[in-house]
């Protein structure tokens, strides 16, 4: 069974997700329930971390670090979902850096030029670069990766026109 590599703490259980099919254990009885969302913060050991801030200057948009390899959707100066995991192209064909804006959106988009399919497409830079659904450890060609749900969550929170930073 390959690994997706996404992992998960639930209380003192960790639970890892697989490609087939997600695995799951019982909490201990000691355990209390920790809610999930994507800005809960990061519990390791004994410390709590925060979710890592976005790094860029936009108030509404998304924000996309490509060192850090995550995005995140803001309203108004908060974060409304993230940070969320994402992917990038290859470096022959690497996702822009820079600043840009929501030009149109296509929620079953079907790449002409890779025969490919697209769903939630955002797009935001020359060349049909754009944020979609796809597999976050599978290069893209300069597209900005999401998981199915976070893709759907910035389909529907971005507008055409919405600032785009990517750094």
Known sequence: ????GVVA????????????APR?????????????TTTAPVTTGKTTAPPPAPP?????????????RLAWLLR?????????????G????????????VVWKDREHRSS???TDMPNSV???????????GPIDTPSHGCVHLTDADSAAFFDGLNVGDAVQVL
């Open 56 to 68: 860029c200057a936009i108030t509404t948009g998304a924000c996309v670090s490509l060192a850090q």
């Open 90 to 101: 290859s470096p022959g064909q690497a996702t822009p850096a820079g600043s840009f804006h």
């Open 24 to 36: 799951t254990t019982t909490p201990s009885p000691i355990a209390e329930p920790v809610p999930l």
């Open 76 to 88: 108004d100066g908060r974060v409304v979902r993230g940070p969320v995991p994402a992917g990038f």
């Open 1 to 4: 069974m390959r690994r997706t």
């Open 113 to 115: 030029q890779y025969g």
């Open 123 to 133: 797009f935001f830079a020359a060349g049909g670069i754009a944020f979609h659904a």
């Open 9 to 20: 703490l639930l209380g003192a259980v960790l639970v890892t997700t697989a490609c087939s």
